[in-house]
């Protein structure tokens, strides 16, 4: 028997409800975060019973990153997103053989040189989302998010299954991306779920439909993309789908069947452009609000294309970004728009030495907390960039930054992300000065990723 009695939990816990009380359900992660400053560097919380242990010491968190004694735990959200992706690369358990057939196959598509096959397709999404900003200069702001959405939605179906929703030419919001939104936020509250069956089928009887619909919805679309492209095989482009759909796991030799592709073709949606959108709306929001950071980003994109030129990046290029990606790297310190994720002990186990943890038993990493804890110094809650200069990121103790989550399970998408967050960002700056709205607050929305909410800035072509 685990003794759990040395972890604290949030005062006003109730019978059944347990913490529920505690945690706001439109922003667990952040409430998290304030209840850590006083519970402690860990401390648990129970929703209808399900114990969850939230980690946010640093010390603590970084041992949790060691893959021999932890792993993903597949639980909560991810549990929820197991209803419809099933086992597709995000929300499978990681000894299931498609888990390791899906990343063998796909891991080639995903490295850094890989990138160069993205960059023309990445720069011509970015070039039409400036386009359209360039028509709508005279009608006052722009919301930031919707519009970084729609270029990363775009982006991840191009390069991914070359699929075009145009989304800067349509007039209307594109019913895709808003059935994939619902689906975020029904993800994000599935941790409330009661877990008495017809009460649940009662209380959340519209959320559940909604979501039965959407899932629906989204598996038509992406049926009709592969039937397309199974239908005429000799047109299709070089792209995820098609190495999907003819390359076996070069360990086995065995393929994807169509379902497993169909699912990992959705998380590849999903999963590839709410992330990159929320990390570009927070660098935006971060670029308008620091204009001396955002005239040093400047500086040095005028070193590869004067002001006034219409850059033409090479894929080299973004690499030499050194400032623009700091820039980066430190709205994702600040703003983790995957704010925690989850482990689980590989047997049971004492974390820190000290306090005990059964084999399975989820724990959630809250990156969100330790980004900002002092380690980083006195001024952890300030936007500062040269804080990732190699020099000083060297004085820093390993283990402590992981917006990209850890070990086998940690993100395939990352380079692609980097890649196309400085491309965008590097075009956007060289072509307008962003002017924040007269009193905007950052406030940041949970629906399983962070975003900002309602942030609209000004565009004044340079
Ligand atoms: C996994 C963050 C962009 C696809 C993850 C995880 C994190 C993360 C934290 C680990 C989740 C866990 O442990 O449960 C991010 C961030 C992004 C980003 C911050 C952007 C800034 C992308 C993109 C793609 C992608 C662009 C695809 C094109 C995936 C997939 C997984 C994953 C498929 C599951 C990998 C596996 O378990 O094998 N991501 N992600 N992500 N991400 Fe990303």
Known sequence: VVDTRQIPHPPHRIPVLGDLLSVDPASPTQTMARHARTLGPIFETKFFGNRMVVVSGPDLYAELGDEKRFGKHVGFGIAAAREFLDDALFSAYTDEPNWSRAHNILMPAFTLPAMKNYHDTILDTVRELLAHWDRRLQSGPVDVHIDTSKLTLETIARIGFGYH?????????????????????????????????????????????????????????????????????????????ALMLTTADPATGEHLDDANVRNQVITFLNAGHETTSGTLSFALYMLATHPEIAAQARAELHTLWPAGADPDPAFGEIHQLRFLRRVVDETLRLWPIAPGYF????????????????????VLALTLKVHRDPVWGADAESFDPDRFRPERARTRPPGLYKP??????????????????????????????????????????????LKPANLRLGLVRR
């Open 404 to 449: 990209f989550g850890t070990g086998v399970r940690s993100c395939i998408g990352r380079q692609l992300a980097l890649h196309e967050t400085v491309l965008a960002l590097a075009l956007i700056l060289h072509r307008y000065d962003l002017v924040p709205e007269p009193g905007y607050t950052l406030e940041v929305a949970e629906e399983f990723t």
């Open 165 to 241: 929703f145009d989304p800067f030419t349509r007039g209307e919001p594109d019913p895709y991306a808003a059935a994939v939104m619902r689906t975020f936020a029904y993800v994000g509250r599935s941790a409330y779920r009661i877990p008495v069956d017809w009460l649940e089928r009662l209380v959340h009887h519209r959320a559940n439909a909604q979501m039965d619909a959407d899932v629906a919805y989204i598996r038509r679309v992406v049926d009709e993309v592969i039937a397309a492209r199974r239908a005429s095989p000799e047109a299709a482009p070089d792209d995820l789908l």
């Open 343 to 362: 482990r689980e002990p590989r047997r049971d186990t004492l974390l820190g030495g000290r306090y005990p943890l059964a084999a399975g038993q989820a």
